[in-house]
């Protein structure tokens, strides 16, 4: 059987996996990454990038392109009915990028690895799956299929995936960067704790006849955590947290095959849409045009309890995953992933001791814990407002950051992050 030898191999192509490969090809480390997907996102899942992402993307020289297809947003404000609780202002954090920006997942995908494309050859294994690995004294050897089509059936064709053949690649170290439901994790043997209640969320983009807000609006309600994404163009993206009560019929999924039966879809998501949006946030009062893209999604709270084992490492989704407000998950693996990078420069080329590995694995697990209020938290002042301070453990996963950039935002709202 065919074998690939390298020092590490990425398993994933998503934003955390690209970005791996692209700081890793910065540092002269050798790589493969592959996926099992055909190519990029083709969905335009809604991304907030932190101001400190948009710090580690100007380190690989991306920037730029990231900020002409982005949305800048300087505040993020909760409310409440129609009252308004607390804000916090990104402009005052200062730096080269105070705000957040917000962009289609599938634009960050392209832009990096239109960056990995330029620096490095072979590019993104595509259509590649990760199958198992077995670990040997010095190194990996992990078993991949690459993929296929093939079309079956006669009177009613159908185009089935196939594995073409089956090759190995020896690594010195595996990063899993293959999202929640990690087959690098599964294989490892690392156990993904569950931490809470699965919620449900429905997002819902549309065009608007007003000028977009420069703020993100959260709706802490009785029950329900919502946002208001404003995006590029005259555009928004409402995402709602499902309850019980919401009737799933309400949101039904778009049909893009028949025209007409799209225009009637979009009809019963619009008011769908604006039903839910009359009773969570009586203020908002802006025109919805076409509804451009719908989705129904779950998130569950969970935490590896590992994030280095047998020369594996995780990071990004494939750790950890929480709710989608404050985003913190996507962001965090962006920094893990440069984290890990240069732990591993340390070990592959400057003969460092494995330990040093190990301390990358303690690092994730002590910031996780404390971003998922596990230890810590937020704590009130004496001039924190009532409503915040009834919502501590609401608010922090809103909260778009970590580290520095979190205690800034908590600081704007009167609380310190212990």
């Not at 719908?294 to 929480?322: I, M, N, P, W």
């Amino acid at each position: 059987m065919k074998e690939i030898r390298t020092e590490v191999l990425v398993v994933g192509a998503g934003p955390t996996g690209l970005l791996t490969a692209a700081l890793l090809s910065e540092a002269g480390i050798q790589f493969e990454i592959i996926d099992h997907q055909e190519k990029t996102a083709a969905h335009s899942y809604a991304c907030a990038l932190h101001p400190s992402s948009l710090e580690l993307l100007d380190k690989i020289g991306v920037t730029e392109a990231v900020l002409a297809r982005g949305k800048r947003v300087h505040r993020l404000a909760f409310y409440d009915g129609t009252t308004r609780h607390g804000v916090v202002n990104f402009s005052e954090f200062g730096g080269k990028f105070p705000f957040l920006l917000v962009l289609p997942q599938s634009d960050l995908e392209e832009i990096l690895e239109g960056k990995l494309t330029r620096k490095h050859d072979p590019k993104v294994l595509w259509s590649h799956r990760f199958d198992d690995l077995k670990n040997e004294e010095e190194s990996v050897v992990v078993e991949i299929e690459e993929l296929g089509g093939t079309a079956l059936g006669y009177v009613v064709p159908h185009w089935e995936t196939v594995v073409q053949k089956r090759f190995r690649i020896r690594a010195r170290y595996v990063v899993g960067a293959d999202g929640h439901n990690s087959l690098v994790r599964q294989r490892t043997g690392i156990e993904y704790k569950s931490l809470g209640d699965t919620e449900s969320f429905v997002a819902c983009e549309f065009a608007t006849d007003i000028e977009v807000d420069d703020e993100v609006r959260i709706v802490l309600d009785n029950g329900t955590t919502n946002v208001l994404w404003p995006l590029s163009g005259n555009t928004y993206r409402w995402t709602f947290q499902l309850i019980h009560s919401d009737v799933p019929s309400e949101f039904p999924e778009k049909d893009r095959s028949a025209s007409q039966i799209e225009e009637i879809l979009n009809e019963q998501i619009r008011g769908g849409l604006l039903r839910l949006a009359r009773h969570r946030a009586p203020w908002f009062s802006a025109k919805v045009d076409g509804i451009a893209w719908r989705k129904q999604v779950s998130f569950e709270h969970r935490l590896a309890t590992q994030f280095y084992k047998d020369r594996c490492l995780l990071v990004g989704d494939a750790a950890h995953q929480t709710g989608p407000i404050g985003v913190q998950s996507m962001n965090a693996g962006l920094r893990e992933a440069e984290v890990l990078t240069a732990k591993l420069q340390k070990v592959l080329h400057e003969e460092a001791p494995v330990s040093v590995l190990e301390s990358y694995n303690q690092e994730c697990l002590s910031q996780w814990r404390q971003l998922l209020g596990l230890t810590g938290g937020l704590r009130a002042r004496a001039a924190t407002d009532s409503w915040v301070r009834a919502r501590l453990k609401r608010i922090l996963p809103c909260l778009p950051g970590s580290g520095k950039e979190l205690n800034r935002m908590a600081g704007q709202l009167e609380l310190d992050l212990q």
